[in-house]
């Protein structure tokens, strides 16, 4: 077992298409987060993401796509809301969630009636997407419940033990540091099932955690403990009570939630690979739209702690 970080030239580029074309897995960057990569129509090529991750075969899997032509080909119904959502926001940080195309293997869904789909924003995505002709399906490039990966080296970490001679293309930092807002617009109004960077201008849909529905979890990135380091991750509500123990690393985040969720992931890794640090201390972030996402995921990380 092993990885290799290639730099996304052409040579790369083609040997990756090869892989996905032969039903192997290929990570690959987004401007969220690393992906882990299959053919979306091929069912074996997706079960080999579930064993590399040891993720739960309830968990669907979002599918990543070059065009609108491509995403309206992998549903059976398009609503007017997806063109004008697409319109707006892809390429970029937003994963639609529609009513199914037959054909999409029950892999993908986990077995449900909806496909999560979105445009990447990353160059690399991009031509691997084209050169590829087919819909990627890709998880974040990280073991199941782990922080997620922003730097190619992350998804070595935490990949490279579990797939064989993984080739993970090289697209340096990912800019917006957190996984897509995900979005089900097969209802009505559309309801939010994971808070994300993208600006939506719809109203709040509080939904419970780990909701099931039809025996799928709607949104089970929504499942309380998830992109946890292996630390203690402490989550301050009122800074002023928290009194300060040996072996504490205070989350130190910039102030802008752009920067902030930017770095926030590779913070964490950081600060769970060093020796020193027993637990991670969060501080209060602010309580606005801007900061849902990133206050979402330091909830998630600091359950069970
Ligand atoms: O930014 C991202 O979304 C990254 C990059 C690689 O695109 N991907 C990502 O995938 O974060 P993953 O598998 O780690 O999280 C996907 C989330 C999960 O919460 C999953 O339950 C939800 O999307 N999801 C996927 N398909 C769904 C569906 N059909 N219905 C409801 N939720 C879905
Ligand atoms: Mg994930």
Redesign the pocket.
Known sequence: MSARIVLPEDAALTEAVERLRGGELVAFP?E????LGANALDAAAVAKIYAAKGRPAT????V?VASVEQAKALVNTWPRIADELAAAHWPG?L?L?LEKADGIPDSV?AG?S???I?I?NHPVALELLRRAGVPIA???ANRSEEV?PTQAQHVADSLGAFVKDLLILDGGSCDVGI??T?L?VTCDPPRV??P?MAKLSLPPSPRPAGELVQGV??????MLRHYAPKKPVVQLLHSETYFQQEGDAWLALPQDPHTAARVLYAELRRLDSEDSVARIVVPIQPDTPAWAAIRDRLRRAAQGA
Do not use: C, F, K, M
């Open positions: 987004t969220t987060v690393y992906g968990n669907p899997i979002i990543h940080p994963t969630v869904t449900g909806t496909v999560g979105r990447p890709a998880p974040s997620s996984e897509s995900v089900d099932l994971r994300g979890a709607r949104s089970p990135g929504q």
